[in-house]
């Protein structure tokens, strides 16, 4: 059955994006801490010359990622930088205007899940495709649609029974937000988003409350 198209956005400038997928068959994206680490580095290395991260959640079959498409003059300092040959001929293409925004994040995204899975692979003996294909990205629209996403996806591990207080979730971007630690995600914004760190913490503690008795798989 093909994937309705609202899942499958086109990436514009300045627009924001929840974007997540999972795995084939329900098997496991991290079977170690070295994973998850190894993941957000690859993420960044990948996909940081083209977004700015809000928040994200790591499960153990998926992820969550809320994202914003950098500025297309950004977009280009930021491959002009790079030594030409370290780009990739989809970036190449980028700055010769051969091909969109969108099919340059977008390609960028698969090169991040190739490069994940390459190394999973190889580090855990395994063959075949490790992600489901193709992720979905849902572009957000509304003000009410960010808080939700926001909150829906700090919230996730309590909807699929991972633990039942998220804010002690050790792979999400919860922390990091709440810190004074320096750190490449929108904190400032998500914070002013919701008025105040007050406001943002009781805002999720309510709505988490709804995924309490929820009987979600392991699965979104």
Request: contains cysteine; positive net charge.
């Given at each position: 059955?093909?994937?309705?198209?609202k899942?499958l956005?086109?990436f514009?400038?300045?627009?924001?994006?929840?974007?997540?997928?999972?795995t084939?068959?329900?098997?496991?994206?991290f079977?170690?801490?070295?994973?998850?680490?190894f993941f957000?580095?690859?993420?960044?290395?990948?996909?940081?010359?083209?977004l700015?991260?809000?928040?994200?959640?790591?499960l153990?079959?998926?992820?969550?990622?809320?994202?914003?498409?950098k500025?297309?003059?950004?977009?280009?300092?930021?491959?002009?930088?790079k030594?030409?040959?370290?780009?990739?001929?989809?970036?190449?293409?980028?700055l010769?205007?051969g091909?969109?925004t969108?099919?340059?994040?977008?390609?960028?995204f698969?090169?991040?899940?190739?490069?994940?899975?390459?190394?999973?692979?190889k580090?855990?003996?395994r063959?075949?495709?490790?992600?489901?294909?193709?992720?979905?990205?849902?572009?957000v629209?509304?003000?009410?649609?960010?808080?939700?996403a926001?909150?829906?996806?700090?919230?996730?591990?309590?909807?699929?029974?991972?633990?039942?207080?998220?804010?002690?979730?050790?792979?999400?971007?919860?922390?990091?937000?709440?810190?004074?630690?320096?750190?490449?995600?929108?904190r400032?914004?998500?914070?002013?988003?919701?008025?105040?760190?007050?406001?943002f913490?009781?805002?999720?503690?309510?709505?988490?409350?709804?995924?309490?008795?929820?009987?979600?798989?392991?699965?979104?």
């Amino acid at each position: 059955m093909p994937i309705p198209g609202k899942y499958l956005a086109d990436f514009e400038e300045h627009g924001i994006y929840h974007v997540y997928n999972r795995t084939n068959n329900k098997e496991k994206l991290f079977l170690a801490d070295e994973n998850h680490y190894f993941f957000l580095r690859k993420y960044a290395e990948h996909l940081a010359s083209f977004l700015d991260t809000f928040c994200w959640c790591l499960l153990p079959n998926h992820f969550h990622l809320l994202v914003r498409i950098k500025p297309v003059n950004s977009i280009i300092s930021n491959l002009e930088r790079k030594d030409h040959k370290d780009l990739t001929l989809t970036e190449k293409k980028f700055l010769d205007k051969g091909v969109t925004t969108s099919e340059l994040v977008e390609q960028s995204f698969k090169r991040f899940f190739q490069s994940y899975a390459l190394s999973f692979n190889k580090m855990y003996k395994r063959k075949g495709n490790l992600f489901y294909k193709p992720f979905k990205r849902v572009e957000v629209k509304k003000d009410s649609h960010l808080t939700q996403a926001i909150i829906y996806i700090h919230a996730n591990p309590v909807k699929h029974k991972l633990i039942s207080d998220f804010t002690q979730y050790r792979w999400s971007s919860w922390k990091s937000i709440l810190s004074e630690a320096p750190t490449q995600l929108l904190r400032n914004e998500i914070i002013e988003w919701f008025g105040s760190r007050t406001l943002f913490i009781s805002a999720h503690k309510e709505m988490a409350k709804d995924y309490e008795e929820s009987d979600s798989a392991i699965e979104d």
